[in-house]
């Protein structure tokens, strides 16, 4: 990657974190680091900044060899694919920190692997949503495929059901799988199926916030 500058780091710290930008005072675990990893990579892509606090404060690193020995651990024994990162580590204020680049993946649903309560591999998938990183629904996870650069648009055609659905968005705005299912009197896994053919097919848009997934139109 191109080396930051030292104006660009400072609009950075200054900016804070963002959909796009984390930063991590310290590697907490393996498994989190990979965490974040996943989320960008799923979502826009972006940067992660090891040795700076949440609020932009500068403290540095201890170790460059072992934090790095543990994000690559993470990334290619934790996250289902690895993703393509770059590590980079740079000076500020006399100060080491570590950058992460993530990229847009081509390659989604990256999925972070975890042992569950019950001592079983488990696979999760994350995504960005401002500043965080938050689990992905079903219908996400699904439709994250579809976003990769080597799948073709889905056409398809208009029926009864896709015509109530542009009625609703047409008064109300968005809708959510839930709403579907009722406005149709279908069942969830159907809703979900036709809601994703139709952000396949570039209609409609899937938009995620701290709570829920719904659907409107594309602006």
Do not use: W
């Not at 009864?160 to 959510?176: A, C, D, P």
Request: hydrophobic residues 35%; neutral net charge; glycine residues 4%.
């Amino acid at each position: 990657m191109n080396q930051l500058s030292k104006r660009e780091i400072n609009n950075i710290l200054i900016q804070g974190e963002s959909s796009t930008i984390e930063f991590k005072r310290k590697i907490a675990s393996e498994e989190k680091i990979a965490k974040e990893i996943t989320a960008l990579s799923n979502t826009l892509g972006g940067l992660i900044f090891i040795g700076v606090d949440d609020n932009g404060s500068v403290y540095g690193i201890k170790s460059e060899k072992s934090d790095i020995s543990i994000i690559e651990y993470a990334n290619n024994t934790l996250i289902d694919p690895p993703v393509l990162i770059e590590i980079e580590v740079l000076e500020y204020d006399n100060k080491d920190i570590i950058v992460i680049q993530v990229p847009n993946s081509n390659y989604k649903p990256h999925r972070l692997i975890f042992t569950d309560e019950f001592g079983k591999l488990s696979k999760k998938v994350f995504i960005r949503v401002g500043e965080k990183s938050v689990l992905a629904s079903s219908e996400m996870a699904r439709l994250l495929k579809y976003q990769n650069s080597n799948e073709e648009k889905l056409v398809m055609s208009i029926g009864e059901k896709e015509k109530n659905l542009f009625n609703y968005l047409e008064k109300y705005g968005r809708i959510t799988v839930i709403e579907y299912c009722k406005l149709c009197n279908i069942s969830k896994r159907r809703a979900e199926r036709l809601l994703i053919r139709l952000v396949r097919a570039s209609v409609i848009q899937i938009n995620t916030d701290t709570h829920h997934d719904y659907f409107t139109f594309i602006k």
